[in-house]
């Protein structure tokens, strides 16, 4: 069974993601505790991070990829507020 995990994908320039990773980083900070991996992926500097952009047809900044345990992917676009990340993250720590 895979891990469950979240990956949220960012440029340098957008606006939405300079305001959403500090966020993103205390909302996560007891998810990650736990054991969830959460990471950010620049899209500005990776190559494999924009070719799984590219596979999961990311088109907007930020983009939340969530994978629970059972493989299904949770695709989230835009600065989400702070309760819908926790809800996004507890179901998929799940």
Known sequence: MPSPGVLVFVMAHCPACVEFKPRLARVSGPFRQA??????????????????????????????????????????EGSLPDAELRKLLDQIRR
């Not at 990471?39 to 590219?54: E, F």
């Open 35 to 76: 054991g969830l991996s959460v990471q950010v992926g620049d899209l500005d500097s990776n190559p494999k991070v924009r070719a799984l952009a590219d596979k999961h047809k990311v088109r907007v900044t930020p983009t939340i990829l969530a994978f629970d345990r059972h493989g299904r992917v949770h695709k989230r």
